[in-house]
């Protein structure tokens, strides 16, 4: 059975889908076999930021409504043979989703797939929970500002309570995103740091993303930054994804101040 991973957070525009396109890239790159699903029903970005926007012709919704057959809808990545992306329904709302469906559509894709990403839209709605409901992992997105990192704390509480490992008893596994990091703006105190971040939301950092304006030119070519060996979000995506597999992984270069694993040694010293 596959794992699935839902990323999420609280508040809108941290990087989810930016997020989430990367790291399933990278794992699949890695020869895993990965599906990315976009949950955001309504408002499609995955498609965009993986460059298939135009190779949609089934969704989620038609797949989970019995209109077309799972593996007619899904829809492989260009250049990665073992990625595969479900795109999200452009023309129905959240309120279309029921608890059943969804389960019934992650438990196949749990059996094809070895990785399940969930890009959550984000809030705390009905398409919030649907996403989350089934995560064995999730990945909290935030940026280190205060109105993101309350909303985050917020979500933590309902994945804690509403999620369908804890109806059962059992917990999803949290781990940490801290997205848009300028390392000049902490150490002038204009920025929160990752520890501050780390203190309110009391859950395991897997990765710091620098503020990068490759991300922008990557998203509006259909590129992932992920695939551009110079961009410094992309290497942290890099990094993310090992250690989502299971490596040890270091937190980027601790000798150079300038870099994001100059900020990494300000927090664990």
């Given at each position: 059975m596959?794992?699935?991973l839902t990323?999420?957070?609280?508040k809108g525009g941290v990087g989810k889908s930016t997020a989430t396109a990367n790291i399933a890239t990278a794992i699949a790159e890695a020869g895993k076999k990965v599906v990315a699903v976009d949950f955001d029903i309504g408002l499609r970005n995955l498609d965009m930021i993986l460059g298939l926007e135009n190779r949609i012709v089934y969704d989620s919704i038609d797949a989970m409504e019995g209109r077309c057959k799972l593996h007619q809808a899904l829809i492989n990545d260009k250049r990665v043979k073992t990625l595969f992306f479900l795109p999200a329904s452009q023309?129905?709302?959240?309120?279309?989703?029921?608890t059943k469906k969804v389960e019934a559509l992650i438990a196949e894709l749990k059996n094809e797939f070895?990785?399940?990403?969930?890009?959550?839209?984000a809030g705390i709605e009905s398409g919030f929970e649907h996403a989350i409901y089934l995560a064995d992992v999730a990945l909290i997105v935030t940026t280190?500002?205060?109105?993101?990192?309350?909303?985050?704390?917020?979500?933590?509480?309902?994945?804690d309570a509403k999620s369908k490992?804890?109806?059962?008893?059992?917990?999803?596994?949290?781990?940490?995103?801290?997205?848009?990091?300028?390392?000049d703006m902490v150490k002038k105190g204009q920025m929160l740091s990752a520890e501050d971040v780390?203190?309110?939301?009391?859950?395991?950092?897997?990765?710091?993303?620098?503020?990068?304006?490759?991300?922008v030119v990557a998203t509006n070519t259909g590129e992932v930054v992920v695939r551009n060996q110079k961009s410094e979000s992309g290497n942290a995506y890099r990094r993310i994804s090992r250690r989502i597999l299971g490596e040890e992984v270091a937190f980027a270069s601790l000798e150079d101040p300038k870099s994001i694993g100059g900020f990494i040694k300000g927090l664990f010293k």
């Open positions: 596959g794992l699935v990323i999420t957070s609280g023309t129905r709302d959240k309120s279309v989703l029921e070895e990785y399940v990403f969930i890009d959550s839209p280190p500002e205060v109105s993101a990192v309350r909303d985050a704390d917020r979500v933590i509480g309902i994945i490992k804890a109806k059962e008893g059992d917990e999803v596994v949290k781990k940490l995103i801290v997205n848009r990091v300028r390392p780390l203190q309110i939301l009391a859950i395991d950092l897997i990765g710091l993303v620098p503020d990068d304006e490759m991300v």
